[in-house]
């Protein structure tokens, strides 16, 4: 099955269960599950034509919110499941919106930077009728960035002001204008903060689970030099490293796209960064503190780095990357999803069962979106805050979203937190 299609039907079913025990009518719980609109979109660059989509899955709780992704597998289903998660997301992390989600069909590192230029304008000129900062708000996703979003504000704001010629242009108007998308750059209205963002937030969440693990009598954990591996490097992972590691966790593994390596005393995730710039790959790059050398560690496949005997596990990179094939033989005993549904629903269950702790992505990544929402606060306000007063702000945000499943959570025999998650999210979507 396809992985996308496969996403999508997790999505729903988890929906459904949870709907259903908390006893919402039939039609409720059909629109929770189905998208309000899909727009499927064909689109020319040149002579080549890409298809593309945005699908804005359910505005009851305010603008529909969710990144855009440029990746050869992105499809129909995979995009609807990732705006049905967005909108998940959005009601866990107490935010004032909906759900969307926006994907184009290519492979972004075979374009040039001209190329990827006019790709991103020709997306938003394909979209620009239904987006709009209190309609439907972008951001970036997977191979996006805060330079991607630069074009595509620059070719909406052109636009906008083509089609309403007597629109003003003064400093409100624009910020305003510029609220339609977020992860952008500080000079034109983005926030400090946002590019650290998810992992920041990922790792605000996994201290106040670990507080917890701490102060309970049921799960039994080490209290210090607990072990970390992490899946993917790019933003969301390398943030999360960096982080993890500043708060005394001893990061061992780390991978991407092109190989993992492990470094049994404790790698340097800044280190290991410039290592990968230099070389293209943390393949190879076995840093402790500001050195790199091949004694210190070795290079494993990034299937392995899943299977290590870790405490913490990060995948951080794609879907499903465990499932039914890998499942038995992972050994961390808690898992941070800061991917988009990195685990299947049959590992799912089988990891809970077994006893292993899953913080859901619905929690765990969701410092990014929350860090969205400030950016966008602060251009439709007209104010620019500090980088500390945006960090303490989400460091407060993730605190009461993590307890709030937490609550819910602690009545259930094993301990479900993407169940519990879900639950306080429908609950406030259909409450509105
Ligand atoms: N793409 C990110 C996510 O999946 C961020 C979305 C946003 O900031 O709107 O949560």
């Not at 007597?166 to 400090?192: C, M, Q, V």
């Not at 799960?219 to 708060?247: C, D, M, P, R, W």
Request: charged share 25%; glycine share 8%.
């Amino acid at each position: 099955m396809n992985t996308g299609r496969k996403m999508l039907e997790s999505a729903q079913a988890i929906i459904l269960k949870t709907a259903k025990s908390l006893k919402l009518a039939n039609e409720l719980i059909e629109r929770l599950i189905q998208p309000n609109v899909i727009h499927e979109l064909n689109f020319s660059v040149g002579k080549k034509i890409y298809k593309g989509f945005r699908i804005q899955h359910n505005n009851n709780l305010g603008p529909y919110k969710g990144g855009i992704r440029f990746h050869p597998n992105v499809s129909r289903e995979e995009v609807q499941a990732l705006a049905t998660l967005m909108t998940i997301k959005c009601a866990v992390a107490g935010l004032p919106y909906g759900g969307a989600k926006g994907g184009v069909i290519v492979d972004p590192k075979k374009l040039n930077e001209n190329e990827l230029d006019e790709l991103s304008r020709a997306y938003v000129r394909a979209i620009n009728t239904f987006i709009g900062a209190e309609i439907d708000v972008p951001a970036p996703d997977v191979n996006t960035n805060p330079k991607i979003m630069e074009w595509m504000v620059d070719e909406y704001v052109k636009r906008i002001k083509n089609q309403k010629s007597k629109i003003k242009t003064d400093h409100e108007t624009l910020n305003k204008l510029r609220a339609t998308f977020t992860g952008k750059p500080i000079d034109i209205g983005g926030s400090l903060g946002r590019t650290e963002a998810t992992g920041r937030g990922g790792v605000f969440i996994l201290k106040a689970l670990l507080n917890k693990l701490r102060n309970s009598k049921v799960y039994s954990l080490k209290s210090n030099n607990l072990t970390v591996a992490v899946q993917g490097y790019g933003n969301v992972g390398y943030y999360f490293a960096k982080l993890a590691h500043e708060q005394g966790l001893k990061i061992i593994s780390v991978s991407d796209s092109k190989g993992a390596v492990l470094v049994n005393d404790g790698l340097d995730p800044e280190t290991t960064m410039n290592c990968k710039k230099e070389k293209g790959t943390v393949a190879g790059c076995y840093c402790k503190g500001s050195v790199c050398d091949i004694r210190y560690g070795k290079t494993i496949s990034s299937a392995s780095l899943l299977e290590l005997p870790v405490d913490i596990l990060v995948p951080a990179a794609l879907e499903n990357v465990i499932n039914e094939t890998n499942m038995k033989k992972i050994k961390a005993k808690i898992i941070v999803e800061m991917a988009n549904g990195p685990i299947t629903e049959e590992a799912y269950e089988y990891l809970t069962k077994k006893g292993v702790i899953i913080i859901p992505d619905v929690l765990a990544n969701s410092g990014g979106v929350t860090v969205s929402y400030l950016e966008w606060y602060q251009n439709m306000h007209g104010e620019k805050w500090s980088e500390d007063k945006v960090n303490e702000k989400l460091r407060l945000m993730m605190d009461k979203a993590f307890y709030s499943i937490w609550d819910k959570a602690s009545g259930y025999k094993a301990l479900d937190l993407k169940q519990a998650a879900f639950e306080v999210a429908i609950e406030r979507i259909v409450k509105k």
